[in-house]
């Protein structure tokens, strides 16, 4: 398996709190991207990652932002949770760009915004 | 409307049935195409990749009609191990759109 670690893998908070996730990777790869999963809608990519300080959005990054200050973390913040933040959220990585190769997720960071 | 469209099921079956999933993609820009499997409560991961000329991967079969923006993954002689949620995936430009993942549990 990948070498990926989400952290944490379970939050409770409450509205209008900051929340960090966090997503460490031991393979070297140069992306890395933050999705979060709803039932329905499935896999939706907030923001990525294309190297060190290279990032861009996603399809669903209101509300979100996010660092890449070394190539093993890729951080995803939200400023001022919310409850339709409430969400499992997957980081992943591959080695080339996502439509050329394989994405390697993370276990999943389960958050519920009160 | 959403740019990948999959039946959510749920695909009862017993083993050794051969079940078919059907996904279709709004994007007709789309480029490259995948399945990834996702069990409960799990990480989703690569089944295939879908190739336009259709591909095959032991039992796990994948075809792609462009034109008419479809992708299927047909599942022979079911195991109990396959019953998971499958994901189809269709990509434009490094701008991947997952399905939102049919369920199939294979029952003894």
């Known amino acids: 398996d990948a070498g990926i670690t989400q952290s944490p893998r379970h939050k409770v908070t409450e509205t209008g709190t900051p929340v960090t996730l966090r997503c460490h990777q031991t393979?070297?790869?140069?992306?890395m991207y933050w999705y979060r999963q709803d039932p329905g809608h499935g896999l939706r990519l907030i923001h990525y990652?294309?190297?060190?300080?290279?990032?861009d959005k996603g399809e669903v990054s209101d509300g979100y932002s996010v660092s890449r200050s070394k190539t093993e973390d890729f951080l995803l913040t939200l400023e001022s949770a919310t409850s339709s933040q409430t969400s499992v959220y997957f980081c992943?990585?591959?080695?080339?760009?996502?439509?050329?190769?394989?994405?390697?997720f993370g276990e999943g960071s389960r958050l519920t915004v009160l | 409307r959403k740019e990948v469209e999959q039946d959510p099921g749920p695909f009862n079956v017993p083993e050794g049935a051969t079940v078919a999933f059907n996904c279709t993609y709004s994007?007709?820009?789309?480029?490259?195409f995948f399945w990834y499997r996702q069990d409960c409560r799990k990480e989703p991961k690569l089944l295939m990749s879908?190739?336009?000329s259709g591909n095959e991967d032991g039992r796990f079969t994948a075809q792609l009609n462009r034109a008419s923006q479809y992708i299927s993954l047909l599942i022979r002689d079911s195991k109990l191990s396959d019953s998971a949620t499958y994901l189809c995936?269709?990509?434009?430009?490094?701008?991947?759109?997952f399905g939102a993942g049919t369920r199939l549990t294979v029952k003894p």
């Open positions: 992943a990585i591959s080695e080339r760009a996502q439509h050329r190769g394989e994405l390697f």
């Open positions: 393979e070297n790869h140069r992306y």
């Open positions: 990652s294309y190297g060190v300080k290279d990032t």
């Open positions: 994007n007709s820009a789309s480029q490259s």
């Open positions: 879908v190739y336009s």
């Open positions: 995936v269709a990509n434009n430009n490094n701008d991947m759109r």
